[in-house]
């Protein structure tokens, strides 16, 4: 079957056969992609820089990321909830409601950094607000698989309209762009969630401040650390989710260029 988007190379070379309202918007998507890049680069260096840097520093209480997790649990009556390096590879430093566990990278598990304390006691405060019934997290919670289907659903829309479109229907292309906008309604509901996943993290964030304080994990000096860490985290996720939302418009762009250069291809045969 014939793809139904294109590539930004496959862009470049029909640009001037492209109409201005099309050119336009691909130029903006493609300007606006090209900063997150270079975006992404500069807080990629800089927080492996600061995650290295505080993953040698040794935490004031010598405790391992998996006994601060397990402390911060126990402590707050959730003795259920297993603390787990299995999967880490995965999912990274997160807490699963579905599997009662909070999972924790290798050197996570096992250091006694300050950034390994950070990461032990944020993860563990999302099962607190999940315990609590923050209306946050109950919505992260419920709407979890959209999360995550949300943005690789679109393309295998799109081509299951356009086969439907070719071997069902024998329409022109009816199907597909109903799929496609299915596709897109999904993405946009899933974006959306991203947002309330990044409100739930830095709630859990501000909780583990309180916590660390209130149980002797870390110091002043340490909380200063855990904020500046959870702070690049926090732009990395954003410029991460601005990427995969330019990345899905420049998708439905090279879809309306594609089918305006066979739309003007099949003018120009009649």
Not at 101 to 120: D, E, Y
Request: glycine letters at 4%; hydrophobic letters at 45%; aromatic letters at 6%.
């Amino acid at each position: 079957m014939e793809e139904s988007s294109m590539t930004v190379s496959e862009l470049i070379e029909v640009w001037d056969k492209l109409s201005p309202a099309v050119r336009l918007p691909l130029a903006i998507v493609l300007g606006l992609l090209a900063v997150c890049a270079v975006v992404s680069i500069i807080i990629s260096v800089y927080l492996a820089l600061s995650y290295h840097r505080y993953n040698h520093q040794q935490n004031s209480v010598g405790m391992t990321g998996q006994a601060i997790a397990r402390r911060v649990l126990d402590d707050n009556g959730l003795q259920k909830i297993k603390v787990s390096a299995s999967g880490s590879i995965l999912f990274g430093n997160s807490y699963s409601h579905y599997f009662n566990k909070v999972r924790l990278r290798h050197l996570t598990w096992k250091k006694t950094s300050v950034s390994s304390m950070a990461m032990a006691v944020q993860k563990s405060c999302l099962a607190i607000l999940d315990k609590e019934q923050d209306p946050d997290m109950v919505t992260r919670v419920r709407l979890t698989p959209l999360i995550y289907v949300g943005p690789v659903a679109f393309i295998p829309l799109v081509i299951i309209g356009a086969l439907l479109d070719a071997l069902v229907f024998k329409s022109t292309g009816t199907t597909t762009v109903i799929c496609a906008i299915v596709g897109l309604i999904t993405y946009v509901l899933s974006f959306a969630m991203s947002v309330m996943v990044l409100k739930t993290e830095k709630k859990a964030q501000e909780r583990a401040y309180q916590v660390a304080r209130a149980s002797g994990l870390a110091t002043e000096s340490e909380i200063a650390d855990m904020k500046a860490l959870f702070h690049l985290y926090n732009i990395e996720y954003i410029n991460n989710m601005v990427t995969a939302l330019l990345e899905l418009i420049l998708r439905v762009l090279s879809i309306i260029a594609k089918a305006q250069l066979n739309k003007s291809s099949s003018s120009s045969n009649d």
